[in-house]
């Protein structure tokens, strides 16, 4: 047995009118609509653009095609710098405990100085006897 192809549409150009035309691609999607006028073809395409061809005669057409207007992106809306607070919320952060921690060595340090300048003091003292 032979593979099944999947069925595929020919583009298709469906006359509307005396002088117009809808043109759709292989997958049935509107592509373009086409008028004629005075000489003149204006297809106008899906996307926006619009292209215009003129019989100019012995084999020669002039074409002019105008594209889309392009999208500008939306501008994004300012936010500020997120700040470094303390607390949030009530809640202890990481800078709380980091400013605990500073505290705690402080306070050893001091306690530490102290020590040696008592014991320094006691040793004076002992060695002038």
């Known amino acids: ?30 592509t373009s609509t086409t008028l004629k006028i005075n000489g003149g073809t204006y297809t106008a395409k ?17 074409v002019t095609e105008t594209k889309p207007p392009r ?5 994004k ?15 202890s952060g990481d800078a709380d405990l980091l400013a605990l921690i500073a505290w705690i060595f402080a306070a050893l340090f001091f306690v530490v100085r102290g020590l040696f300048l008592g014991l320094a003091y006691v040793i004076r003292k002992i060695a002038k006897k």
Do not use: A, C, H
């Open 1 to 30: 047995m032979g593979e099944v192809m999947p069925l595929v549409r020919r583009p298709k150009r469906v006359k509307t009118g005396p002088n117009s035309y809808q043109n759709y691609n292989s997958k049935g999607q509107q």
């Open 77 to 91: 809306k300012f936010k500020p710098p997120k700040t470094v607070r303390l607390s949030k919320g009530g809640k």
């Open 71 to 75: 999208k500008m992106p939306k501008p």
């Open 46 to 62: 899906r996307n926006g653009g619009v292209k215009q061809t003129y019989n100019l005669g012995n084999g020669y057409s002039s």
